[in-house]
């Protein structure tokens, strides 16, 4: 059975009530439980922080071990230099997701420091970024 870990970055705890015009209305955990129900055969597990170091600690532990960690960074995609260091230290493979279409936001939104060490990038699709980050370990 494939471990892949969904890591969120900060203020993603607050999905649900949070600028609900471009992050929708559902809270991350109910649809943690609805992802879970939809890939049985996989171990999923859930990490948030809305520190830097938490989520670099986080890398660091199960970056030898899991099949795949599915990052949603939030702002730190575009500010850290450590976590992507973080994800190029480590073995796993690593899934940049993002729920809304970055490059249709602010121009600083459209750099991430953490791209060039992850297998891939997905943006734009909503909450559904993590289903396919998910489905993109498990083909």
Do not use: W
């Not at 055969?41 to 670099?56: A, C, D, K, M």
């Not at 796993?92 to 060039?116: D, G, M």
């Amino acid at each position: 059975m494939k471990k892949i870990l969904i890591l969120n970055g900060p203020n993603l705890n607050l999905l649900g009530v949070r600028e609900k015009s471009i992050y929708g209305s559902q809270d991350f955990l109910s649809y943690f439980d609805e992802i879970k129900q939809q890939f049985e055969t996989v171990q999923l597990h859930y990490f948030q922080s809305n520190s830097e170091g938490g989520l670099i600690d986080k890398i660091h532990e199960v970056g030898f071990e899991f099949d795949g960690i599915v990052l949603n960074a939030g702002a730190y995609t575009h500010t850290s230099v450590a976590i992507g260091d973080a994800i190029a230290a480590v073995t796993t493979p690593v899934i940049e997701v993002h729920i809304s279409n970055v490059h249709q936001r602010e121009e600083f939104r459209h750099h991430s420091f953490l791209a060039k060490n992850c297998k891939g990038v997905i943006c734009g699709f909503g909450l559904d970024s993590y289903r396919l980050g998910i489905e993109a370990f498990i083909k």
